[in-house]
Structure formats: structure tokens, C-alpha cells
């Protein structure tokens, strides 16, 4: 079964930078697409990244183009959101997840995609 761990969310002052780390196991990470998204307190499941399993696919949410950057090590596992220029309006628990169904360099910014999900790491962006 795929298990998901997110770490690396924090408290930031606005216009700082965090990097949140995903780490996969249970199943071959090289064979699913990974995305991640991101939750503010009384709204939905919101889009922010996500990665291709060749990493030649990558999209973002509007919202953090030019300030987010996605990025997978397949000999460890591991997908990362380095977040910089951040804003108030990022603080969110950010989840990462994993989707199997995806072809080689496809990507998808729909959660119902994917099939497994982490548990979430809080980032808190303060003004």
C-alpha cells in the first residue's frame, strides 16, 4: 500500500521561504505522478503542483507561479515544494499525493485523480 509523509511546514514570515518534503513508499514511486495541494480552514482541496513521472510534466496553480517550485528525487523517493516570496494567503495544510493512473508525462490539477494522499504538513505564512 502507498504511504505518504509530508514534512518541512513551519510558521514563515510573509516574503520567506519553506521547503515541504513528501516521501513515498509502499509501492515503485518512479511509476506515479505526484501532486500537491493545499487546504485553508472552512474551504475545499485546492490545486498547487504537480509533477509528471519522467518530471518532464510539471503545471502549477496560478497562484503560486513564480514563487513555487516542484521537484522529484526517484532514488529517494521523495517529491518537494520549495515555496519562496511567501504570502499570508498561503497558509494552508499542504498535503502531497500520488496518482498511478497518470501516463508517463501526464500531470493532473484534479484531486479526485489521485489515488493516495499524505497527511498534510501546516505552513502558517505570517504579515
Known amino acids: 500500500q502507498v504511504q505518504l509523509v509530508e514534512s518541512g511546514g513551519g510558521l514563515v514570515q510573509a516574503g520567506g521561504s519553506l521547503r515541504v518534503s513528501c516521501v513515498f513508499s509502499?509501492?515503485?514511486?518512479?511509476?506515479?505522478?505526484m501532486g500537491w495541494f493545499r487546504q485553508r480552514p472552512g474551504k475545499e482541496r485546492d490545486f498547487v503542483s504537480a509533477i509528471s513521472r519522467n518530471a518532464g510534466t510539471i503545471s502549477y496553480a496560478d497562484s503560486v507561479k513564480g514563487r513555487f517550485t516542484i521537484s522529484r528525487d526517484n532514488a529517494k523517493n521523495t517529491v518537494y515544494l520549495q515555496m519562496n516570496s511567501l504570502k499570508p494567503e498561503d497558509t494552508a495544510l499542504y498535503y502531497c499525493a500520488a496518482d498511478r493512473s497518470r501516463a508517463p508525462s501526464a500531470t493532473s490539477s484534479t484531486p479526485a485523480e489521485y489515488g493516495y494522499w499524505g497527511q498534510g504538513t501546516q505552513v502558517t505564512v505570517s504579515s
Open positions: 509502499g509501492r515503485t514511486f518512479s511509476t506515479y505522478a
